[in-house]
């Protein structure tokens, strides 16, 4: 019979998913964790992964990389992640699970929603390499459908039909997402040498400036005087923009009130 080897997951390019473990679904729906050695766990590659996207980007991660953060053979890692995206799929919804107010959630829905929505922002901030899993993958863990019960619990006090209040759950957060998605991509335009980001800023700040002087942006020209990345922080207001519509919607009108 011809030998079986392992698919090529080592670069930091994405590969392919397995297929067999494509065909199976997700990782969380399928048995096939086989633990090879006491001292490597799933949780602690997950755990070195997202250290690695943290501190390089997601472009970093790699089957190679992990077991070198590890100190470990890479093929040691197959017996317990399948394939780089089945890593992937396991780092966000570690991620995932730090969004979780538990207990701690208000029950006033306006109050839960601000702080659903102020979490996701913090999360999305500190691991910014989540967004780019969003768009290629499907989060579908048991951390990632958690939070998505606690933002429908957040607005059950308003009792509406489901769809009406998953409207309002997609809304604040396709808002917050796309907040930390402006302001990440800031923060990545900006070089992280401080002499090199310190001439970047100023040669960005002086093609403003003529932009602005220019007449040919009237509606935006106090913005761009302020230089780049100097705009107000908005996103409460924002928010506020959308509780207050929910507001308007679907609670009742109090006394005197127009």
Known sequence: MPRRTMPDMTSSSRPPADEAS?????VWARNDRQ???????RDSIVR???????????????????????????MSLYGHVSSKEDLLDLMFDQVAGECLLGDELPQQWRSALEAIARRTRDQGMAHPWTIEVQVDRIPLGPNTLRVLDEWMRAVAPLSLDQDAAWSIVTAVNDYTVGYVIRLTAQQRAVPSDPAAAGEWTSSVNS???ECAESGDYP?????????FANQPNNFAEGLAYILDRVEQLHTPTRPGRQ
């Open 35 to 41: 633990p090879r050695r006491r001292t490597l766990t």
């Open 207 to 209: 093609y403003l400036t």
């Open 22 to 26: 494509q065909a199976a679904g997700p």
């Open 219 to 227: 509606h935006i020209a106090a913005l761009l005087h302020q230089g």
């Open 48 to 74: 070195a992964a997202v250290a690695i996207a943290d501190r390089d980007g997601l472009d970093a991660v790699s089957i190679r990389s992990v077991a070198a953060a590890l100190e470990v053979r890479p």
